[in-house]
């Protein structure tokens, strides 16, 4: 709820179990909408999993993540008053997530021509639990990714890494459901020819007789 304080500055309180969904959303709005730092804290508490899952998913661990998570949460509160329909704030967050990322890839591919630094020369950034299998697994993973066009590596990471459900992934990208379903099979199959060349995804690939869920 919004509640008077010092000088009549409006402060959000995270509403009660209780309180109906719909007019709780509308009001956490209003208070993004009116520059409430609490309701802006709250924003980050509530949707930064959802946001880091997505990211991470589409970009790899060991990415620019909090750069691009940053410009997700600058991006929400920047148009959250272009939001219409506080029931689909956390559709609408997600979206933002995935073409927030889905723009930063794009801007990779486009200068890594002029990319002069050899990789070996870049600082190696630790993976969080994850030992040197483990490790190996998901750069080789990222790599294949790479050889995915945009859209279809954005919705294949959303499935398969992030595990979100069909009509989510469809949601997110703002595309049918029929339309997510023909990206993810070409997604797929890119995937795993690109996997079959790597003597690190093959073999997991194989002994996991990989399936669409």
């Not at 691009?68 to 979206?95: C, N």
């Not at 190996?136 to 993973?141: E, L």
């Amino acid at each position: 709820m919004l509640s008077k304080t010092h000088g009549s500055i409006l402060e959000f309180k995270p509403p009660a179990a209780a309180e109906d969904p719909q007019e709780a959303n509308r009001t956490f709005i209003a208070a993004l909408r009116a520059g409430d730092l609490r309701a802006r804290e709250v924003l980050v508490e509530r949707y930064l999993p959802l946001v880091q899952r997505l990211v991470a998913g589409a970009m790899g661990v060991e990415s620019d993540l909090v750069d691009v998570v940053q410009d997700v949460f600058v991006a929400v509160l920047e148009g959250v008053h272009k939001l219409k329909d506080p029931s689909a704030l956390q559709s609408w967050i997600a979206s933002l997530a995935v073409f927030t990322a889905r723009g930063r890839i794009r801007r990779k591919r486009r200068w890594r021509w002029i990319m002069f630094v050899p990789p070996e020369s870049l600082p190696d950034i630790p993976v969080r639990q994850s030992d040197g299998d483990t490790r190996m697994a998901v750069r080789a993973t990222y790599r294949a990714l790479d050889t995915l066009p945009t859209d279809e590596r954005m919705a294949f990471s959303m499935r398969f890494i992030a595990e979100m459900e069909l009509t989510e992934v469809a949601a997110a990208c703002r595309v049918s459901l029929a339309t997510i379903k023909r990206r993810l099979a070409r997604a797929e199959a890119r995937f795993l020819a690109a996997a079959q060349e790597s003597p690190v995804l093959k073999d997991r690939v194989d002994r996991g007789r990989w399936a669409s869920k």
